[in-house]
């Protein structure tokens, strides 16, 4: 049974406060794909069957990537991984909150890929709160797009080109 937070289109829902309001067509089909590569969460190992649910999640999220004119990375596969994620952190942790978005819908974390499978592995959110490494991955994580200046969106757009070329 899906909680009200996996109804809920989080990625839509924070693209909609800068003024995207769907998804690609595609999304649909990709997401399903990924889904059957990725079948588990990359930080627990967990599965649909054991967890509330997974999220396809993108690294650099796809509002951020239309923002910059890189919309091909909403649909990219190198720019997504599975994460779960669940409303209460009762049986597992909100992986997807905790270690995509550093505990803020509206950020992002770069590392997401290493720290996931690596820095906080089957970690439960308590421990995952307490760890040093996240803390002062919280206190850098990058600014909301709409409080990025013109240089620092230059700067992160120059950044998404090097990690995702075309």
């Not at 592995?121 to 994580?141: D, E, P």
Request: charge should be positive.
């Amino acid at each position: 049974m899906k909680t009200p937070l996996q109804n809920i289109d989080v990625g839509l829902l924070v693209a909609s406060t800068v003024g995207i309001y769907e998804r690609s067509s595609k999304w649909a089909k990709v997401q399903a794909q990924h889904l059957k590569k990725q079948p588990y969460c990359v930080a627990c190992g967990t599965n649909v069957k054991y967890t509330n649910g997974l999220q396809v999640h993108h690294i650099i999220p796809y509002h951020i990537c239309i923002e910059l004119g890189r919309a091909d990375l909403e649909l990219d596969e190198r720019n997504l991984i599975t994460l779960c994620q669940t409303n209460e952190n009762i049986i597992t942790p909100n992986h997807h909150l905790l270690i995509g978005h550093l505990n803020d819908w509206e950020s992002f974390n770069k590392t997401v890929k290493t720290n996931a499978s690596k820095t906080f592995y089957a970690q439960t959110s308590a421990q995952i709160k307490l760890n040093l490494t996240w803390l002062k991955l919280c206190l850098k994580k990058p600014n909301r797009i709409t409080d990025l200046s013109p240089l620092q969106k230059a700067e992160l757009k120059n950044y998404i080109n090097k990690k995702f070329p075309l």
